[in-house]
C-alpha cells in the first residue's frame, strides 16, 4: 500500500486527503516509479475545484510532473531500468495518472531522463513551466532575436521560463505584474522591461519601449478584459497566445485592434504537442542544453514536504509566490 493523495468531491485544498492503495505493477507501457519531488501547477488547483479543461472523475488523483526514480517497467518499455533518475511530465490526463503520491504509475511516453546535474527539487520545477513556454515562444511563435515579447504574470515559474527563453535567443521578455511588490525581482531574473500595470499604460509603455513598433508576441495566462489592452500594445502580424484563464471574467475578442493591425489570438496548452515525439525530442534538447549552459535555471518559491500538501496548495492559490512551488517526498 502507498499515501495517494485524492479527492473525493471538487472544492478548496481542504478536499484534499491522503488515501491508502495497492500501486501494483505497471502494465504495457508504463513504468512505476518512486517519487522524490512534486511540481506544484496552477492546473491543478483548477482540476481539484471542478473549474479546469476536463471534469474529475471522482475519486481523483492530482498531478503531472515529478522528480523520480524507476522501480519496475512494464511490457514494451525500452529505455529505462530500474534505479534511473527520471522526470515525469506533463503529458497525461490527471484522470488516467497522477504523482501525488509516495510512488506512482504513469506513462513510460510521460518519462524523460533526469537532466544531469540538477537536483530532484529542480528536475520537479522544469518540465511544466520550460515546456509551456517553449511550445509558445519557440515552436509556435517563432521568437527570433530582437523581437518584443510581452509576459503577463510573468512571476509565475512559466512567466519565469519565458523571460529566459526569451533572453536565450536573444528576445526583449516585457514582464507585467499587478503590482510593484514583484517588480524589482523580475528585473533581477533578467526581465528587459516590466510594467506595473496597476500604475502605467501597458499599451502606451510597450509602445515606447519598441520604438513605436509593438510587441511581436504576447503569452498570456489571464485572458479576460486585459485581453484588449495587449491587442492594443501588439505589433503589426503580431500574435497574442492564451495559455491559461486566470481572469473570472469573459475574455473579449478585440475585432477592432485585430482588423487593423492583423493580429492573431488563439488558445494554447502544451498538450499539442506534449505527445508528438519529434517535437518533444526538440523541445527537450533546447531545455537540457539551456540547463548545462546555464541560461536557464528553474526558480524555486518555497518547498513543502508531501504531508504539508493542503499547505502547499492554500500558498499556490495564495499568488505571492515568485518561481516554482516543490513538494518533497521523505523517505
Known amino acids: 500500500m502507498v499515501r495517494v493523495v485524492r479527492f473525493h468531491r471538487t472544492g478548496g485544498p481542504e478536499v484534499m486527503q491522503f488515501d491508502d ?4 505493477d505497471p502494465g504495457r507501457g508504463e513504468v512505476r516509479v518512486r517519487i522524490e519531488a512534486i511540481g506544484l501547477n496552477r492546473a491543478e488547483a483548477m482540476f481539484r475545484s471542478g473549474a479546469y479543461l476536463e471534469t474529475p472523475l471522482l475519486p481523483a488523483r492530482l498531478g503531472a510532473e515529478a522528480s523520480a526514480a524507476i ?21 497525461f490526463s490527471m484522470n488516467d495518472y497522477g504523482v501525488y503520491a509516495d510512488t506512482a504509475i504513469v506513462p513510460a511516453y510521460g518519462v524523460v531522463p533526469r537532466p544531469a546535474g540538477i537536483s530532484a527539487i529542480e528536475s520537479a520545477a522544469v518540465w511544466m513551466a520550460y515546456l509551456t513556454a517553449w511550445g509558445a515562444l519557440i515552436d509556435l511563435g517563432r521568437l527570433q532575436r530582437g523581437d ?18 526569451a533572453n536565450s535567443v536573444g528576445a526583449i521578455p516585457i514582464a507585467t505584474t499587478r503590482t510593484r511588490a514583484k517588480a524589482a525581482a523580475l528585473e ?16 502606451a509603455e510597450v509602445d515606447h519601449m519598441t520604438g513605436g513598433k509593438g510587441a511581436r508576441l504576447a503569452f498570456d495566462p489571464v485572458g479576460g478584459p486585459q485581453v484588449e489592452t495587449l491587442a492594443q500594445a501588439m505589433s503589426h502580424r503580431g500574435v497574442i497566445l ?3 484563464a486566470l481572469a473570472t471574467e469573459p475574455t473579449p475578442f478585440p475585432v477592432i485592434a485585430a482588423m487593423q493591425k492583423a493580429l492573431t489570438l488563439r488558445g494554447y496548452t502544451l498538450f499539442e504537442f506534449i505527445r508528438d515525439q519529434e517535437r518533444l525530442a526538440r523541445a527537450a534538447a533546447f531545455i537540457e542544453d539551456g540547463l548545462v549552459g546555464g541560461s536557464l535555471k528553474p526558480i524555486i518559491a518555497k518547498t513543502f514536504p508531501l504531508d504539508a500538501i493542503v499547505q502547499a496548495h492554500v500558498y499556490m492559490e495564495s499568488n505571492e509566490q515568485f ?3 516543490v513538494v518533497t517526498v521523505p523517505r
Request: zero cysteines.
Open 148 to 165: 518584443a515579447v510581452i509576459i503577463p504574470a510573468a512571476s509565475s515559474s512559466v512567466g519565469l521560463a519565458a523571460i529566459q527563453i
Open 188 to 203: 533581477e531574473a533578467g526581465a528587459a522591461h516590466v510594467v506595473v500595470t496597476s500604475e502605467h499604460d501597458l499599451a
Open 323 to 325: 518561481g516554482k512551488i
Open 242 to 244: 492564451i495559455y491559461g
Open 71 to 91: 522501480e519496475a517497467v512494464g511490457e514494451g518499455v525500452t529505455g529505462f531500468a530500474p534505479g534511473d533518475a527520471v522526470s515525469v511530465i506533463p503529458a
Open 21 to 24: 492503495l495497492p500501486v501494483g
